[in-house]
T-cell receptor, first 112, second 113 residues
Framework: GQNIDQPTEMTATEGAIVQINCTYQTSGFNGLFWYQQHAGEAPTFLSY????GLEEKGRFSSFLSRSKGYSYLLLKELQMKDSASYLC?????????????FGKGTSLLVTP | KAGVTQTPRYLIKTRGQQVTLSCSPI?????VSWYQQTPGQGLQFLFEYFSETQRNKGNFPGRFSGRQFSNSRSEMNVSTLELGDSALYLC????????????FGEGSRLTVL
């Protein structure tokens, strides 16, 4: 099975930087996903890490340490539209096919 | 290309009834998975279908079932509805190999009274 832990809520100021942490335990490991979900909308893909290290994509970066079972999502130059829930989803090898187990999500509120 | 389409978007049922939800994946995508989302439990995996076969199943009771048709469209059914089944049911399709990126539909919001 998988145990996924991420903070429930975070608040940050517009223009600032915020880091959302995720720790996980999986049976085997294929990679780790981050998804963004705005209230009332479907989750959308943000990033996918397979190897250790930092993956940068515009204002968003995602870091992975497989040995530590740890990942974080870094959001820079925060904008009001970044207020959303951020979901961590490690993909374990015990799951054949495309069955992702998601954390409960971190609700980020960006304030002016 | 068109995204993942789910119908109906909203529905209200009473306890004991059954419900069928439909999902049309992105054209060319053969994997369809279903998730239940509630405020308390977050996004939980129900099952995944690939080429009309159930490839994975989450930890849900047998009242939850699904199937996939030859055109990759999928349906899920919940029988003997309980109040706790009230949730947003999300369908996701996946089409590329060696990556698990899921494309989600807008979901079907089920309310059980």
């Amino acid at each position: 099975g998988q145990n996924i832990d991420q903070p429930t809520e975070m608040t940050a100021t517009e223009g600032a930087i915020v880091q959302i942490n995720c720790t996980y335990q999986t049976s085997g490991f294929n990679g780790l996903f981050w998804y963004q979900q705005h209230a009332g909308e479907a989750p959308t893909f943000l990033s996918y890490n397979v190897l250790d290290g930092l993956e940068e994509k515009g204002r968003f970066s995602s870091f992975l340490s497989r040995s530590k079972g740890y990942s974080y999502l870094l959001l820079k130059e925060l904008q009001m539209k970044d207020s959303a829930s951020y979901l961590c989803a490690p993909w374990g090898t015990s799951n054949s096919g495309y069955a992702l187990n998601f954390g409960k999500g971190t609700s980020l509120l960006v304030t002016p | 290309k068109a995204g993942v389409t789910q119908t109906p978007r909203y529905l209200i049922k009473t306890r004991g009834q059954q419900v069928t939800l439909s999902c049309s994946p992105i054209s060319g995508h053969r994997s369809v998975s279903w998730y239940q989302q509630t405020p308390g439990q977050g996004l939980q995996f129900l099952f995944e279908y690939f080429s009309e076969t159930q490839r994975n199943k989450g930890n849900f009771p047998g009242r939850f079932s699904g199937r996939q048709f030859s055109n990759s469209r999928s349906e899920m059914n919940v029988s003997t509805l309980e109040l706790g089944d009230s949730a947003l049911y999300l369908c996701a399709s996946q089409g590329r190999t060696n990556t698990g990126e899921l494309f989600f539909g807008e979901g079907s919001r089920l309310t059980v009274l």
